[in-house]
């Protein structure tokens, strides 16, 4: 079933009118659902937005709570998110780096107290519009074990990488572990196999059954002791940055997930008289990627950010599809 | 064979003087190289060093060439390695980062024009030392196979991310290919698999076999297609933010890779109000990771750094372990 872009966005606006968002703030937090739905990535947009009305109604997300500035040190500022709307703190602190990039030429934004900021790569999007680089990135709950142990005491810990390239930025948005829960749930239900191995099963086994995995709770870092090392620093630099909380200290349970850091760093990459052919270097070396022979012919080689905009523009064409039972789910609310 | 570490960076010393090194900065590269050995990264110490000494040989790198400020704006300064020694260039503008995030809070150094790096972990070691954080990374020669693809189109980029902890800092050094090409040698010349999968063989399939990978030329990017979008936007900003050449304008050749840009960013995270307990904050963070049951018990989770220090303190007990054939070819030079 497809819904039509503005009919998704006005709709999770009433609901988060009626949930207790004022005005202005349920039009920013419904459209940047909306747009995860558009652009692909429904997990962080409509399918997850029946969650985040539960957190609102149990008073794990405070509709009410706008990010306050808590510190400020030239290029560097630390947030208190007061448990309010994950993507909302998000955006607004994505906004604070970019301002501070325009004065400083970098900016860093620590983020603290605050909730699943749903589709990280939004951030990138809206960093890489207003021409600016952007690195940034979130702990989470403990869901993932470290490297030679059983018990999940790491977030997947997410991290967005964006690079400015006019209308068609390069954008990163990866979990530390090899697939997202909402993926492996996907793909047991559909009983298929992850196409790479993707965590262990009850015996310790890799495996690629992905309902194996969800028992286990075991789930592979990217890369094995790779990702869990990552995973682990971004934490550290997540409660360092921001003073906020680290994955040992949030609840390890989705539905009261919360009090999570996150850290916002923008470079105003435009800004240097070197930079004037920024985006034809960019575009240079984006060819040449698509240009690589691939193993398979039918599948040419893409780079991250590509697929979204195919999608995007087949979406606002055609509508966005949604699950009927999750819309039906929303329209009820 | 073991070599006290001081006989060790005495003769590197002595050799880089000889090839036109200034006193004082073929002290310091000495050092560098030194202590790459003896915190048990020989790969980039001494095994690297007669590698390093044709490079000046041949011209590639020059030992007279310091790095100059091109562009400074505020918190970010654009320099130009002039070609020289890659270490002291990214000590130098790790230097940089830090001053700049002294007065800045957060500091942002590009670095254009430069040579291999040698062991990206020290520049980590080096700001933690300073207390400061560091996301630090650099681009290599076209050696990984972009995801998808067959040809060696993206660098493997190591990315080093450490967090400041006292006298024991917290420092991950991560290329994005899975294995590295010094470590699948040293598996091939000892007959042994790599412990998951490395890469792809000639016929495409994806093997622990050293050798066959070696052959093919096809590593795999840590995380499968994850490790490859990471390799990308890592080597965009280094370009982005130097000004300097990305992987595809760098010549694919080990002996003649030059012309990197490298990136150098460091948050000086001590000096916020609220991070009189940083230190302790961090090691609670570590503690709680140590503590996790391991899926062997003879083998304990580890962090990433604990493994260095380790090393570092048996080798200036007992001297550093060297090849006694590279060890006396470098005493030759």
Request: proline letters at 7%; hydrophobic letters at 45%.
């Amino acid at each position: 079933m497809r819904v039509p872009f503005e009919d998704l966005r006005a709709e999770l606006e009433r609901v988060l009118a009626a949930v207790g968002f004022a005005t202005d703030r349920a039009a920013v937090a419904a459209r940047l659902f909306a747009e995860a739905s558009l652009d692909g990535v429904g997990s962080h947009g409509l399918n997850r937005f029946p969650r985040f009305i539960r957190q609102v109604r149990a008073g794990i997300v405070d509709p009410a709570a706008k990010p306050a500035l808590v510190e400020s040190c030239r290029a560097w500022e630390r947030w208190d998110g007061r448990r309010g709307a994950g993507n909302l703190n998000a955006w607004t602190c994505t906004d604070r780096a970019i301002a501070l990039a325009r004065l400083h030429a970098v900016g860093c934004v620590g983020l603290a107290n605050t909730n699943h900021w749903m589709r990280g790569g939004a951030y990138g999007w809206q960093a890489a519009s207003a021409g600016c680089a952007l690195l940034a990135w979130t702990n989470t709950m403990p869901n993932m074990a470290p490297w030679g142990a059983r018990e999940p005491r790491l977030g997947n810990n997410p991290l967005v990488v964006a690079v400015p390239r006019g209308a068609a930025p390069v954008v990163i948005d990866m979990a530390m572990s090899q697939f997202s829960y909402g993926r492996l749930e996907g793909l047991s239900g559909a009983g298929l196999p992850t196409p790479v191995p993707g965590g262990w099963d009850e015996r310790g086994q890799l495996t690629t059954d992905p309902t194996a995995i969800l028992r286990s709770g075991r789930v592979l870092p990217t890369g094995y002791w790779k990702g869990s090392a990552l995973a682990l620093v971004l934490d550290l630099l997540a409660m360092t940055v921001s003073g906020g909380r680290a994955t040992r200290e949030i609840p390890p349970d989705p539905e009261r997930e919360t009090g999570l850091s996150q850290v916002f760093l923008a470079i105003d990459v435009g800004r240097s008289a070197g930079s004037a052919d920024l985006a034809d270097r960019v575009t240079a070396v984006i060819d040449d990627l698509l240009a690589t022979p691939p193993v398979d012919a039918g599948a040419p080689v893409r780079y991250p950010g590509e697929q979204v905009l195919r999608t995007r523009h087949e979406n606002l064409e055609c509508g966005v599809p949604v699950d009927e039972a999750i819309w039906r789910e929303v329209c009820a609310l």
